[in-house]
């Protein structure tokens, strides 16, 4: 097997564009099982891992945005400074997998896969992050939710790879809640991100493993930014009715599934109590 390993992203470029065939491989981490189980067989592979452009990220302050490079790992975004930036990330990806997999793993993989129960996905939605896919004609920025076209399906067009992630600085409580089948090493069954951002008085809520990708819930966000005193921060009314509430309209956005790792009523259930909870967390009373 032919395998290609470039150190800058126009060399990457140019090795894909000569063998369009060839498969990126970043961290392994799903690539290297995918293979293992035959479901997918590469004649050739180029290796992004040593891209020095993949591997960065920089802080606009005045933009009030953080650039992701695709090679950044599970690891990187657990620390600070980016875990200061990014709290919500850093959170969902202190969940994945285990340390190994964490210093392979990236974030342009977890959206190169484009799993539904991906744990960077549903954070990447809440804050309305962009994608940033460069190819043979020059970069192009589509918002997550372009790019995530379905399970396992993505928005890269022939010879294109994903450079960077653009993720907007929001003013609020974020933060991202999973459940699987145990504690660590787990797949979510149900995952939520919520993210509230004060300057806009608004409430994001994305929801993950309970659809063909990563759901936001806008009825949920619409009604419950109603339902928060922005001034003092606490939520009006009782904040356990409110939490409910807010968990029904979560539950009622979602469209899952029964599969090999849960049942879609359970996976329902799930998310709206991760959803009331983000929901308590965010606004304590
Ligand atoms: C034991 C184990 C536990 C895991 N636990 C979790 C978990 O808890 N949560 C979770 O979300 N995931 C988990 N995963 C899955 C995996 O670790 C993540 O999806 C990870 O983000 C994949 O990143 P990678 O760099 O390893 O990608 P790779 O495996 O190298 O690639 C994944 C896919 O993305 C494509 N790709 C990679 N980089 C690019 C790029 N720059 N541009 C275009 N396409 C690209 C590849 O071609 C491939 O199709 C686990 C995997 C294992 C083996």
Request: aromatic share 4%; charged share 20%.
């Amino acid at each position: 097997m032919a395998v290609r390993m470039p150190t800058t992203l126009t060399a990457a470029l140019e090795a894909l564009a000569a063998d369009p065939a060839a498969q990126l491989l970043a961290g392994g981490t799903d690539f290297m099982v995918e293979t293992n189980f035959g479901h997918r067989t590469p004649t050739s592979v180029i290796a992004l891992d040593r891209v020095a452009e993949l591997k960065a990220w920089s802080h606009d302050a005045a933009d009030r945005t953080v650039r992701i490079g695709a090679g950044i790992t599970y690891r990187t975004l657990c620390e600070p400074p980016l875990a200061a930036l990014l709290p919500a990330l850093a959170e969902a990806s202190r969940t994945v997998g285990s340390p190994q997999i964490r210093n392979a793993g990236t974030i342009g993989g977890n959206l190169g896969t484009c799993s539904p129960a991906g744990d960077a996905l549903p954070v990447l939605s809440a804050l309305d992050a962009t994608v940033h896919l460069a190819g043979p004609s020059g970069e192009r920025t589509l918002p997550v939710h372009e790019f995530m076209v379905g399970v396992k399906r993505t928005a890269l067009g022939p010879g294109e790879l994903i450079a960077a992630i653009t993720v907007p600085l929001l003013d609020g409580w974020q933060g991202y809640a999973k459940v699987g089948v145990r504690n660590a090493m787990v797949i979510a069954v149900a995952s939520a991100c919520l993210a509230t951002d004060r300057p806009s008085r608004s409430v994001r809520l994305a929801l993950g493993a309970v659809g063909p990708t990563v759901l936001r819930a806008p009825e949920a966000e619409a009604w419950v930014a109603d339902q928060v005193d922005w001034e003092t921060g606490r939520l009006l009314g009782d904040p356990l009715d409110v939490a409910h509430r807010f968990g029904t309209l979560a539950a009622a956005a979602s469209r899952p599934i029964d599969d090999h790792r849960s049942t879609a009523a359970y996976r329902r259930h799930a998310v709206g109590v991760l959803a009331a909870r983000l929901l308590r967390r965010a606004f304590p009373s």
